[in-house]
């Protein structure tokens, strides 16, 4: 099929993000090198603008994908027109903006938006909306990946597993991985197959936070994270767990400054997300995205692998989280040496 001469996909969920980028290359049907770059580095590399501009006589035609593009600032987005100017059969430009949607409609960032080439795609149908899931659309979602993965669920299967898990596209691809591991040779699901699910693996870093607090880390809640960490590939995990402690800091964050959250909690939850806001307070619930960040631009720069990463990640949050150290009374004047 014939391809846009460049693509924006606004999606705010880092997984539905990657599947589709994944699919929109699929959808060519001849080879196409996929070369992806972050817009929240520090600093997008020389090779991104090369890739944009110089092919190859005998290379494979590129997508060249840009994540988190919404993070870039103005003067990028101007740079870029001239790359946009005319149809570069060997490049396909794939931009991705990240950002959170706002009221279920997406949002979209002026500096973009005010180019001359978002108008040409927009009125080209080169601009792709993808909601991220709600509790509405978790079903749907569910049987597409469980058909890819080739496994058939009945019915009262299918709506327990809705139920277990989160709208969250990284914590549904690691839960039906283990899925997929756990039937072996089997093509259907049974409901005791969900055992190996963790049930609302959101919660896990509440949990987690709440024990951090409190001085401990109960054995349920590490058990269930090392079996996460343990089911997937280590930077599989690890990012799926990054994005849940992300999306649980912006909740906190939101509710730390009465912000209405951007994703539904019940109230039941909510009660004890505020309790967790009162015990952390903003400077610490700050630390959290930092502890992701750091985590992330470690693997991503190679200074760290998962594994040490993960580690480096927990130990942070322990640090964090963990109560200031009780300072001992000291003696009665009248008692003291002198």
């Excluded at 951090?212 to 996460?228: H, Q, T």
């Excluded at 700050?286 to 985590?295: E, P, Q, S």
Aim: charged share 25%.
């Amino acid at each position: 099929m014939q391809r846009p001469g460049f693509t924006f996909l606004v999606c705010p969920d880092p997984e539905l993000v990657r599947q589709r980028v994944r699919a929109l290359a699929a959808d060519q049907g001849q080879a196409m090198e996929r070369r992806t770059y972050w817009g929240d580095d520090e600093a997008l590399p020389p090779a991104f603008w090369q890739d944009l501009s110089v092919a190859s006589l005998f290379a494979a035609p590129k997508m060249v994908v840009l994540r988190r593009a919404d993070s870039l600032p103005e003067a990028f987005w101007k740079e870029l027109t001239p790359h946009l100017a005319g149809f570069n059969d060997a490049v396909w430009p794939v931009f991705c903006l990240e950002g959170d949607w706002d009221k279920g409609k997406p949002r979209r960032p002026k500096a973009v938006t005010k180019q001359k080439y978002w108008a040409v795609a927009d009125k080209r149908g080169w601009v792709l909306d993808l909601p991220g899931l709600s509790p509405r659309t978790l079903g749907d979602h569910l049987r597409r990946e469980l058909g890819r993965r080739g496994l058939k669920v009945p019915a009262p299967v299918a709506k327990r597993l809705a139920e277990l898990l989160p709208p969250d596209a990284a914590a549904v691809a690691a839960e039906l991985d283990k899925l997929a591991l756990a039937a072996g040779q089997r093509t259907e699901l049974a409901l005791a197959d969900l055992a190996v699910v963790a049930a609302e693996p959101q919660l896990s870093i509440f949990d987690f936070l709440r024990a951090a607090l409190e001085g401990n880390a109960p054995v349920k809640v590490w058990s269930r994270v090392l079996a996460d960490h343990q089911a997937a590939s280590n930077d599989k995990m690890l990012f799926a767990f990054l994005g849940l402690l992300t999306r649980e800091a912006r909740l906190l964050w939101e509710l730390a400054h009465g912000d209405k959250p951007s994703v539904w909690v019940s109230d039941y939850a909510r009660d004890q997300k505020l309790s967790l806001v009162k015990r952390l307070g903003p400077a610490r619930i700050a630390g959290l995205f930092d502890l992701a960040l750091a985590a992330e631009l470690g693997v991503k720069s190679g200074t760290r692998d998962p594994e040490q990463a993960f580690e480096a990640l927990v130990a942070g949050l322990h640090a964090l989280c963990a109560p200031p150290p009780r300072s001992r009374p000291g003696r009665p004047r009248h008692l003291q040496r002198p």
